[in-house]
């Protein structure tokens, strides 16, 4: 009967979990700290003993951009990871300078947008679909981003208003229309031309947002944007990202770097932050 109770305890202390190795740092002389993305339990914070030493098995199975199994242990402040197996390591974002520059980006804006211990199996999805895509030397990794982007936002709640006047509920028409990052979506141009503080969004810009918003994955990697476009999308995002971070407040450290996206490309923002 003891013995019994020991084991049930035991198990209870332990438990399994799928997850996304987002990043780690390293503490005292030998541990690491991971941040993890686990399908049922949101971000985590969580303590790797002794993977920086050579003989660690762990350690390959932690490294950022994998998706792997861990068994953990409840710890009285941060819990413990005791073993990792790989399920998908995206070989090819982690050992190519550009795309794991892309990868960075993604997993700190999934990081600036989550808090701890809040799960969302979307989210989850989309952040092991983006990395998948990142890793697939087929998909345009510019492509992948923006759509992350895009669904990202609208998982967080900031999924802008694209078919509509968000003033007067009219469709919008094939012309020249307006993006308000307050009121979180469109403007007609009746609504949108005069206020000081929207963008005005060209037809070919409205219907390239519109499609990433709305399609799937595989519609999506067909496209191919002309540079002019490709720019916009990407200024247009950046601001309506920073806009909405900066309202949450959840990660200025990042929220600083990001605001460069508007100047810089993505590559050039994330690369700052590699190890
Ligand atoms: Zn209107």
């Known amino acids: 009967m003891d013995s ?14 799928s997850a996304l190795i987002l990043r780690r740092r390293d503490m ?10 686990g399908r049922d339990r949101g971000k985590l914070t969580l303590l ?6 050579q003989a660690s098995r762990k350690a390959g199975h932690l490294e950022p951009f994998t998706y792997a199994e861990l068994l953990i242990a409840k710890g009285k ?5 005791t073993q990792a197996e790989t399920i998908e390591p995206h070989r090819r974002v982690r050992e190519d300078l550009w795309r794991s520059s892309w990868a960075y980006y993604v997993v700190e804006l999934a990081d600036a ?3 701890e211990a809040d799960p969302n199996d979307l989210l989850f999805d989309l952040l092991l679909a983006t990395l998948g895509r990142l890793d697939d030397l087929s998909a345009d990794p510019a492509l992948a981003v923006r ?5 990202l936002l609208a998982l967080a709640g900031y999924q802008p208003q694209l078919f509509r006047c968000v003033q007067c509920n009219e469709l919008l028409k094939p012309e020249v229309n307006f993006m308000s990052l307050d009121s979180g979506g469109c403007l007609c141009p009746r609504h949108g031309a005069s206020r000081g503080d929207t963008i005005a969004l060209s037809l070919p810009l409205l219907k390239v947002l519109r499609y990433l918003q709305s399609r799937e994955w595989a519609e999506v990697a067909r496209l191919r944007l002309s540079p002019e476009v490709s720019r916009q999308l990407e200024a247009l995002l950046a601001r309506y990202i920073v806009y909405h971070l900066e309202r949450s407040l959840r990660s200025p450290a990042f929220l600083e770097k990001l605001r460069k996206v508007v100047a810089e490309t993505p590559r050039e923002v994330a690369a700052q932050q590699m190890e």
Do not use: C
Request: charged share 30%; glycine share 10%; proline share 0%.
């Open 147 to 151: 759509y992350y982007e895009l669904h």
């Open 4 to 17: 019994e109770n020991t084991g049930q305890g035991r198990r209870q202390r332990l438990y399994r979990l």
């Open 77 to 81: 402040s941060l819990d413990l990871v």
């Open 48 to 53: 790797a003993k002794g993977v920086r030493r």
């Open 113 to 115: 947008f989550t808090q």
């Open 28 to 37: 005292g002389e030998a541990d690491r700290l991971l941040t993890v993305f």
